[in-house]
């Protein structure tokens, strides 16, 4: 057992003794282990969290104590049990709400929440309803939520920010690879104006502001033993943004038949009896809050996240790989090429994807 996961696991207010620790899942950005403990007690997690990627850890954790703090008083108020239908923040003996060791490491820690489900991709329309339904049940209790979040990324789905990033990338070429992406890099300029369009919405209003989570992949909810939702965790990314990138995000996450970086591109399509559940799911949450300018640009926000993640793809294989994990050279690249080809497959299905939400 690793001794400096015991040490930095027992400055937090852990109940028990820890009788195990051992990674837990494949994130992309943090380090993430799972604490046994003996007996009865509590399990918990443990997470080193990125500072190469998030710049401002303290202010990341206060967002995420404003969230889980809100969401738990909603969740007494209507019956349920806040210690399983929300995240619980496990603060240090010294009352912080994270650790930072002799590295110059930040990690976190938070309850286990026992006998839950989760999955990597929506296995049936079911899960699909579910999954739709969690997203827009955890935006509708932070609907009404008055407190201002920190820009802890800032530019996040901020399409405005992310030309100039790329514009700069393009313009340093720090790797060397721009002259052999002539094709991709058309494929970013095709759609400049018509995104820039959509963000103006947000910027000016048009489209509200409200409390995002950014992040929502169906691997982000915890389900019961019944399949129902349970819990949205991973609240690293919480932002004051527009829901249309929650939602445009998990249309980008759930609907597609491939995987998200497949060299098989015949695999990459958009299904759509999923789009349909999820949808359905989302909306009988969602629309006790949505304007109609939200609804008219639900359909849009997945052409709008897809696009968002092509370029983030593609900008950090040009800048050589920097911001996401890569397994193999080229893998940045890879993903570009499968996101392109779902940004396609929704154009395709544009318009029915319009008409079904205005059917529900």
């Known amino acids: 057992m690793n001794h400096t996961l015991i040490r930095i696991a027992q400055r937090f207010r852990i109940e028990g003794v820890i009788k195990n620790i051992c990674p837990l899942g494949a994130g992309l950005i943090n380090d993430t282990y799972f604490v046994e403990t003996q007996g009865a007690a509590s399990n918990y997690i443990l997470q080193r969290k ?29 019956g349920g049990n806040p210690l399983r239908e929300a995240m619980t923040l496990t603060p240090t003996k010294d009352g912080a709400l994270f650790d930072k060791d002799e590295d110059e490491e930040y990690w976190a820690m938070c309850l286990f929440i026992e006998d839950t489900i989760t999955h990597q991709y929506a296995s049936s329309l079911a899960l699909a309803y ?45 790797a060397g690879k721009v002259k052999d992406l002539i094709t991709e890099i058309g494929w970013i300029n095709e759609y400049r104006d018509e995104m820039l369009a959509f963000w103006e919405k947000v910027e000016t209003g048009i489209i509200p502001t409200r409390v995002t989570h950014n992040d929502t992949k169906i691997s982000n909810i915890l389900f019961d033993q019944l399949g129902e939702v349970l819990c949205v965790i991973d609240l690293d990314t919480v932002l004051n943004s527009t829901c249309l990138n929650d939602y445009g995000d998990a249309v980008r996450s759930y609907t597609n038949a491939g995987l998200e970086d497949d060299k ?5 399509f958009v299904k759509m009896d999923v789009f349909e559940s999820y949808t359905k799911g989302y909306l009988t949450e969602a629309k006790s809050f949505l304007t109609q300018e939200e609804l008219d640009n639900l359909a849009f926000s997945a052409k709008y996240i897809t696009y968002e993640q092509i370029l983030r793809f593609l900008m950090d294989y040009i800048n050589g790989d920097t911001y996401y994990r890569t397994n193999y050279d080229g893998h940045n690249l890879v993903r570009t090429h499968a996101q392109y080809k779902l940004l396609q497959s929704i154009e395709e299905n544009f318009d029915e994807m319009k008409d079904l ?3 529900l």
């Open 264 to 268: 098989n591109l015949e695999n990459v």
């Open 357 to 359: 939400i205005k059917n």
């Open 130 to 174: 579910q999954g739709g339904k969690g997203i827009g049940q955890f935006q509708s209790m932070l609907a009404d939520m008055q407190e201002t979040l920190t820009d802890i990324l800032p530019g996040f789905h901020n399409i405005r920010f992310r030309f100039e990033q790329w514009d700069e990338a393009i313009k340093v070429d720090r």
């Open 50 to 78: 990125n500072s190469t990627i998030f710049k401002d850890i303290p202010s990341m954790m206060d967002n995420i104590s404003k969230v889980t703090s809100h969401l738990k008083k909603k969740i007494e108020a209507q």
